[in-house]
């Protein structure tokens, strides 16, 4: 299965929203067994989401890449953007691409992809978007059509009590300058292994993530690695999210156009469809570069990809209400989603990254290289503050370090989930 790129951004309350997916083996003859009304909703749905195109490739992994009138694409669905104005590059002098003067092809044995599989099968033509087709048999996997292509809930946060325990969840604060970290295992259904920098205000963030093609249990779970830039208070937080993710069936997330919100600018990206290639253990690693920035002119968040930073397009300010100003806190790591964790037993078997352990470094391990943020200095640098956190150190792990003592340290994480110490 080939990687996809993917992104999410929201201003709903807990953010990204993601939908549950029950398997079903598909074959011939399944829809004698779905309801009428089912399958008329179906179509329904299937109509809202398949924007009616100018063209349509079909790409050798089975994909169909609709080209879809920019002016008709899913963004505009979104209330917020009825009368949205298209923004269709970044304004030149303020949102500076993360063109890092430090970053040397030379120092990395990583191949950074910047094609899709797609591409093999020809390119949207000028004034239209790339956009994944939608399947009638992903939507007759899923449980609910109205949530189809979206996160989980997020709850508020637990209480704490007088001794600083939190309700149900054993898990000790974090402390980076100054400012007390509240671990994602309030989060139902994910675990989370990720490098965090917060207490500043974030305008941008980027990094290199290793891609792989790691193990998934089943179709409602899913492996992801990517950046976070949040702002807000837990309960009502503002998220913009860009990586990569796996899973069984590939129907969960806003990762690509499903939901309406982020307004595509680029005829060259296709989000939700198959990265090229993956690494392999001791083989060729191949990596993505991708970045997230705020224009200061329009406050929109670009995002960027490739090595020349082309721009995919941007979440409108128009979505958002504490990223408007910045972002707060800011994560690259990796995240799993699934029901069997955190004491359910069997613990799932999804693995998160390569599937190895962080320790076993370069070739085995999944990274992210050249973390960088973007702050009111209007430089991209390293974060002066960071702090390495697992959720379930038992199952995936995180750590960084530097190939040689003067280096920058590189981000590992991942591990197998279930294992002899995590049941």
Same mark, same amino acid.
């Given at each position: 299965m080939g990687r996809r790129v993917g992104f999410g951004g929201s201003a709903l309350q807990g953010a990204l929203l993601l939908c549950t997916v029950a398997f079903a083996v598909l074959s011939l003859g399944v829809e004698g067994v779905v309801s009428k009304q089912k399958l008329l909703e179906v179509e329904r749905k299937l109509k809202q989401l398949n924007k009616t195109p100018v063209k349509s490739i079909q790409s050798e992994d089975g994909d169909i890449i609709d080209c879809v009138d920019i002016y008709k694409q899913p963004a505009f669905d979104h209330p917020a953007l009825k009368n949205h104005k298209i923004q269709m590059r970044p304004t030149p002098t303020q949102a500076h691409p993360p063109l890092m003067e430090d970053r040397k092809e030379k120092d990395s044995s990583a191949i950074t992809i910047v094609n899709q599989t797609w591409h093999r099968g020809g390119s949207c033509p000028e004034g239209t978007v790339p956009i994944r087709r939608v399947k009638k048999s992903e939507l007759l996997r899923a449980t609910s059509l109205e @949530?189809? !292509? @979206? &996160?989980? *809930?997020?709850?508020?946060?637990? &209480?704490k009590t007088e001794t600083g325990q939190i309700h149900g969840v054993d898990k000790m604060y974090a402390r980076i300058n100054g400012t007390h970290i509240l671990p994602?295992?309030?989060e139902p259904n994910r675990t989370t292994s990720y490098l965090i920098t917060q207490a500043y205000n974030y305008i941008g963030a980027s990094g290199d993530i290793n891609v792989w093609n790691p193990r998934v249990e089943a179709d409602d779970e899913f492996s992801t690695a990517q950046i976070w830039v949040m702002s807000g208070? /837990? %309960? %009502?937080?503002?998220s913009a999210e860009a990586g990569w993710m796996d899973d069984s069936s590939w129907k969960t997330g806003c990762f690509n156009l499903v939901c309406p919100g982020f307004v595509q600018t680029s005829r060259e990206v296709a989000l939700g469809a198959a990265i090229s290639a993956v690494s392999s253990e001791m083989g060729q690693q191949y990596q993505i570069s991708l970045s997230i920035y705020m224009d200061l002119d329009t406050k929109n968040w670009w995002l960027g990809f490739g090595p020349n930073n082309i721009t995919i397009g941007y979440w409108p300010a128009a979505i958002y209400g504490?990223?408007?100003? #910045? !972002? $707060?806190? =800011? &994560?690259?790591?990796? %995240? =799993? *989603?699934? #029901? &069997?964790? /955190? +004491? =359910?037993?069997?613990? $799932? $078997? $999804?693995?998160? +990254?390569? !599937?190895?352990?962080?320790? *076993?470094?370069?070739?085995?391990?999944?990274?992210?290289?050249? =973390? /960088?943020? /973007?702050d009111w200095s209007l430089t991209w640098k390293y974060p002066e503050w960071v702090y390495a956190m697992?959720? %379930?150190?038992?199952? *995936?792990?995180?750590l960084q370090s530097r190939p040689r003592p003067l280096d920058e340290p590189i981000l590992y994480f991942g591990g197998p989930g279930r294992n002899n110490f995590c049941q």
């Amino acid at each position: 299965m080939g990687r996809r790129v993917g992104f999410g951004g929201s201003a709903l309350q807990g953010a990204l929203l993601l939908c549950t997916v029950a398997f079903a083996v598909l074959s011939l003859g399944v829809e004698g067994v779905v309801s009428k009304q089912k399958l008329l909703e179906v179509e329904r749905k299937l109509k809202q989401l398949n924007k009616t195109p100018v063209k349509s490739i079909q790409s050798e992994d089975g994909d169909i890449i609709d080209c879809v009138d920019i002016y008709k694409q899913p963004a505009f669905d979104h209330p917020a953007l009825k009368n949205h104005k298209i923004q269709m590059r970044p304004t030149p002098t303020q949102a500076h691409p993360p063109l890092m003067e430090d970053r040397k092809e030379k120092d990395s044995s990583a191949i950074t992809i910047v094609n899709q599989t797609w591409h093999r099968g020809g390119s949207c033509p000028e004034g239209t978007v790339p956009i994944r087709r939608v399947k009638k048999s992903e939507l007759l996997r899923a449980t609910s059509l109205e @949530r189809y !292509g @979206r &996160k989980p *809930y997020i709850p508020p946060p637990a &209480k704490k009590t007088e001794t600083g325990q939190i309700h149900g969840v054993d898990k000790m604060y974090a402390r980076i300058n100054g400012t007390h970290i509240l671990p994602s295992a309030l989060e139902p259904n994910r675990t989370t292994s990720y490098l965090i920098t917060q207490a500043y205000n974030y305008i941008g963030a980027s990094g290199d993530i290793n891609v792989w093609n790691p193990r998934v249990e089943a179709d409602d779970e899913f492996s992801t690695a990517q950046i976070w830039v949040m702002s807000g208070p /837990r %309960e %009502e937080f503002d998220s913009a999210e860009a990586g990569w993710m796996d899973d069984s069936s590939w129907k969960t997330g806003c990762f690509n156009l499903v939901c309406p919100g982020f307004v595509q600018t680029s005829r060259e990206v296709a989000l939700g469809a198959a990265i090229s290639a993956v690494s392999s253990e001791m083989g060729q690693q191949y990596q993505i570069s991708l970045s997230i920035y705020m224009d200061l002119d329009t406050k929109n968040w670009w995002l960027g990809f490739g090595p020349n930073n082309i721009t995919i397009g941007y979440w409108p300010a128009a979505i958002y209400g504490y990223l408007k100003h #910045s !972002g $707060t806190m =800011v &994560k690259w790591g990796g %995240e =799993v *989603y699934s #029901s &069997k964790i /955190r +004491g =359910v037993k069997p613990h $799932t $078997t $999804t693995a998160m +990254g390569s !599937g190895n352990w962080a320790s *076993y470094l370069w070739g085995h391990a999944c990274f992210i290289q050249h =973390v /960088r943020i /973007r702050d009111w200095s209007l430089t991209w640098k390293y974060p002066e503050w960071v702090y390495a956190m697992a959720d %379930e150190a038992d199952c *995936y792990g995180i750590l960084q370090s530097r190939p040689r003592p003067l280096d920058e340290p590189i981000l590992y994480f991942g591990g197998p989930g279930r294992n002899n110490f995590c049941q």
